[in-house]
């Protein structure tokens, strides 16, 4: 049988005072997430953080399932997580008025092993999917960010992209509108692969060729790519908080 076991590491980088990033790791399950606070709205990393834990809760609650038949597919099964997650920020920011508003990005990353492992993928927000397979990393998720919808209407190169005063807008996230519609992407997987998932305190600060060139040098070993693009995020500036998560085969 396949195993799939990830790494994870958070830092708060060097400019924020406070991380609200909150990750998931969820290895027996074949379960990961990353949760990245929206860092302009009060009570962000306790909207990240309440993600993470609901959908950690949520996802035990089915364990039996897991272990003893075949869950309900796996994009209803995400979509069934990230919708629990959603209504227990809304909750949390009802009972506590300060938190009106609160809100926060999801990536989530499930792994069904047998027959063929099949990574299925399902977002809000800019925190980002990858696959690393034989030198060539291919992203599984696009932002929703208004950025991405200008670059789909060619109204922005990705150059011009890079540095937009509104490339950090997000059009979609947990816990901010009475509804959420994830995205959702799956793809076969191969022994040798490396999925990671990203807050954008990454992206913001390394694009895909060095992303790519970081694990290409890590010859596949996570422990030391979540490392190495946790390091070079802060050597390029760590103007935010950055959570990677690095998933491979053992």
Known sequence: MSTWIGTGRSEVGLVRSSNQDAYLLL???????????????????????????????HALKAADVFRTEQPDAPSAFLADLIQHAHEAILERARLDSSLKGMGTTIVLLFIRP??????????????????????????LTRDHTLIEKYLERGILTPKTARTHPERHVLTQALGVSSSVRPSFSSCPLERNDLLLLCSDGLTKMLDDEQIRDICSKTH????????????????CGGTDNVTVLVIGHV
């Open 27 to 57: 290895d027996r399950l074949g379960l990961w997430a990353v949760a990245d606070g929206m860092g302009g709205h009060v009570g962000g990393d306790v909207a990240a953080q309440t993600a993470i834990t609901s959908i950690k809760a």
């Open 114 to 139: 047998q027959p063929t492992p099949i990574a299925h993928v399902a977002h809000l927000g800019d925190s980002r999917a990858y696959l690393f397979r034989a030198g060539v990393l291919t992203p």
């Open 220 to 235: 596949g070993d996570p422990i030391q790519t979540c490392d190495s693009l946790i390091t070079a995020s802060l050597g």
